[in-house]
């Protein structure tokens, strides 16, 4: 388990720093761009999106909802497909297993996470997305096999989902995530999770 852990955070962190530094590059050679309407154009606080997740680690169990605004940063790239970014902020709350028996760890989670997406043909349809955020943890996770130090921790996700066009205003997204303070403070395990996120349109 701890094999697979390692890998899945060296993975994440590669695709996280990866994707916005690919989407920087290739920008200049963009075939073009559009502002995108909403909040971010016209200065409204009014988020664009509802979210609800729901993820499970090795012994722990994670629900959020949150509210996502869409940035009016947006690039064309290839024949259909579109580089974008928003922002998340979800509240959740974490139960741990603590120590193998009926008793549990519980936490709340508070967190802000700026997100790169890249959509594969126009509004609707597949994507990838990545994104690296900030979150506060409390009170400071534990579990059965795991002890965090801090408060205050990095999560990096990398997904992929679908946009319906069925059933429009509606997505989902399965995704991975890693929770750690990047070497802050010491013990920094680290926890993992596989997520399932669905999210409908506001506006």
């Keep these: 388990m701890r094999t697979l852990d390692a890998a899945i955070k060296v993975a994440l962190r590669a695709s996280c720093m990866a994707v916005p530094v690919f989407a920087v590059f290739l920008a200049p050679h963009a075939a073009g761009a559009s502002d995108r309407a909403g909040a971010a154009a016209n200065g409204s606080l009014r988020p664009n999106r509802l979210t609800m997740l729901y993820g499970l680690a090795s012994d722990a169990r994670a629900a959020s909802i949150g509210l996502r605004w869409d940035l009016a940063w947006r690039r064309a790239w290839g024949r259909r497909g579109t580089l974008s970014a928003h922002a998340d902020f979800a509240v959740g709350h974490w139960r741990a297993d603590a120590d193998g028996n009926r008793s549990s760890a519980v936490s709340t989670q508070i967190g802000v996470t700026p997100v790169l997406r890249y959509m594969f043909d126009g509004?609707?349809?597949?994507?990838?997305?990545?994104?690296?955020?900030?979150?506060?943890?409390?009170?400071?996770?534990?579990?059965?096999?795991?002890?965090?130090?801090?408060?205050?921790?990095?999560?990096?996700?990398?997904?992929?989902?679908?946009?319906?066009?069925?059933?429009?205003?509606?997505?989902?997204?399965?995704?991975?995530?890693?929770?750690?303070?990047?070497?802050?403070?010491?013990?920094?395990?680290?926890?993992?999770?596989?997520?399932?996120?669905?999210?409908?349109?506001?506006?």
Excluded at 126 to 133: H, I, K, N, Y
Excluded at 160 to 179: D, K, N
């Design 123 to 203: 509004a609707a349809g597949w994507f990838v997305e990545a994104g690296v955020g900030a979150n506060v943890i409390a009170p400071v996770y534990r579990s059965k096999d795991r002890q965090f130090s801090t408060a205050f921790n990095f999560g990096d996700h990398l997904g992929v989902g679908w946009r319906s066009s069925a059933h429009p205003g509606w997505e989902w997204l399965l995704r991975a995530q890693h929770f750690s303070n990047a070497g802050i403070a010491r013990p920094n395990p680290g926890e993992n999770f596989v997520q399932l996120q669905l999210s409908y349109d506001l506006d």
